[in-house]
Antibody, heavy 120, light 107 residues
Framework: EVQLLESGGGLVQPGGSLRLSCAAS????????LTWVRQAPGKGLEWVSG????????FYADSVKGRFTISRDNSKNTLYLQMTSLRAEDTALYYC?????????????WGQGTLVTVFS | EIVLTQSPATLSLSPGERATLSCRAS??????LAWYQHKPGQAPRLLIY???NRATGIPARFSGSGSGTDFTLTISSLEPEDFAVYYC?????????FGGGTKVEIK
């Protein structure tokens, strides 16, 4: 059974940093693309970032480009999202999600999310 | 950036009725479109990928159609568990984007 477990969320002041982690199990981690998706309170889903299976290619939404960095450790089956220069509008539930394969970015498995709150 | 516009924003229907949800892209995405179901307190669930392919374990009452810029998700006969928010997403180019969602509520 595929499992994705996010951690690292919390309260942070504007301008601060957080690192989210997503521990994966139940599949061959290095064979799949991975993404982060967020949902702000009362809003819809927003795609944040994606990383190819090798880690060599990364992609970002314009709203986080230059502030967030996605990475993965295939030896630890773990996905990361380093978030810096956080803003109030980054407040959201952050989901990690597994793509359908090494090239299909549609997410067929999701974690339960970790909550990030940016407040002053 | 490709903008996905979903309509209607809210659909009020009764169990057993047919639901038809629309997703329109600001430029062609070919068949690179998916549909997700999202319920409060739960993770989103992939229903349809590449416009018309049902994901693993998805009931046959869910179907997707369309290509280019116009896509449709049809639920042939609503079950009580189908009342939720539905999102479309493309994977045609970067950045990937989601539509704003359609809430299917009980009439």
């Amino acid at each position: 059974e595929v499992q994705l477990l996010e951690s690292g969320g919390g309260l942070v002041q504007p301008g601060g940093s957080l690192r989210l982690s997503c521990a994966a199990s139940g599949f061959t981690f290095s064979n799949y693309v991975l993404t982060w998706v967020r949902q702000a309170p009362g809003k819809g889903l927003e795609w944040v970032s994606g990383i190819v299976n090798s880690g060599a290619g990364t992609f970002y939404a314009d709203s986080v480009k230059g502030r967030f960095t996605i990475s993965r450790d295939n030896s630890k089956n773990t996905l990361y999202l380093q978030m810096t220069s956080l803003r109030a509008e980054d407040t959201a539930l952050y989901y990690c999600a597994k793509g359908r394969d090494s090239s299909n970015w549609f997410a067929d498995s999701w974690g339960q999310g970790t909550l990030v709150t940016v407040f002053s | 950036e490709i903008v996905l516009t979903q309509s209607p924003a809210t659909l009020s229907l009764s169990p057993g009725e047919r639901a038809t949800l629309s997703c329109r892209a600001s430029q062609s995405v070919g068949s690179a479109l998916a549909w997700y179901q999202h319920k409060p307190g739960q993770a989103p669930r992939l229903l349809i990928y590449d416009a018309s392919n049902r994901a693993t374990g998805i009931p046959a009452r869910f179907s997707g159609s369309g290509s280019g810029t116009d896509f449709t998700l049809t639920i042939s006969s609503l079950e009580p568990e189908d009342f939720a928010v539905y999102y479309c997403q493309h994977r045609n180019n970067w950045p990937l984007t989601f539509g704003g969602g359609t809430k299917v509520e009980i009439k």
